[in-house]
């Protein structure tokens, strides 16, 4: 399964924007790159995900390296509902290769 | 639709006790996909079917493990003879055929005393 890297955790203040980095330097050209995010006591919960362009949803931002070995969550402007753990997932798209294989995501805590 | 639904929420058992746990997909979903959690660490996958047919097992899922999905419809997630190390959330999530983005019920949390 292909990895990613990301830090641990990141700190935020309300209201700036959150910048949430990702490594996967051994994704393959049919990888999607798919952002969830779970806040306690909850599952997890799609947030966007991307192939090769930037995407932009309601909930944040996709920017992905041109070599597509990293890319970035952006949240525009954090609050403090958006305080959870957020994983970054290749997930291919053939069979058992759909599965979103989880790390130990980036904790992000968001200051009043 | 009211997204996927897993039952019980909780679940307390002693050691030794089979448990049975439900998940109710989203529907047209065709992919669904266990996934067990224990504190702190994310999610680990532990089976996946498309429609009726189990496709990959983890090697997480003992033989004391099963699951079926009659139909391709809902799903049940069996263990036999729980053991203490048991003790996690069960995570079910649903996929539609274009994998846009996968959908996961809030959980059964096991605990095994």
């Known amino acids: 399964d292909a990895k990613t890297t990301q830090p641990n955790s990141m700190e935020s203040n309300e209201e700036e924007p959150v910048h949430l980095p990702c490594n996967h330097s051994?994704?393959?050209?049919?990888?999607?790159i798919h952002w969830y995010r779970q806040l306690p006591s909850q599952g997890p919960e799609y947030v966007i995900h991307?192939?090769?362009s930037n995407v932009n949803n309601r909930m944040a931002s996709l920017a992905i390296a041109e070599d597509r070995k990293s890319s970035t969550l952006i949240l525009h402007r954090a609050t403090l509902r958006d305080a959870a753990v957020y994983y970054c997932i290749l997930r291919g798209y053939t069979g058992a290769n759909s599965k979103l294989t989880f790390g130990k995501g980036i904790t992000l805590s968001v200051r009043p | 639709d009211t997204g996927v639904s897993q039952d019980p929420r909780h679940k307390i058992t002693k050691r030794g006790q089979n448990v049975t746990f439900r998940c109710d997909p989203i529907s047209e979903h065709n992919r669904l996909y266990w996934y067990r959690q224990t504190l702190g660490q994310g999610p680990e996958f532990l089976t996946y079917f498309q429609n009726e047919a189990q496709l990959e097992k983890s090697r997480l899922l003992s033989d004391r493990f099963s699951a079926e999905r009659p139909k391709g419809s809902f799903s049940t997630l069996e263990i036999q003879r729980t053991e203490q190390g048991d003790s996690a959330m069960y995570l079910c999530a649903s996929s539609p055929p274009s994998l846009t983005e996968a959908f996961f019920g809030q959980g059964t949390r096991l605990t095994v005393v």
């Open positions: 051994t994704i393959s050209g049919t990888d999607y």
């Open positions: 991307g192939l090769t």
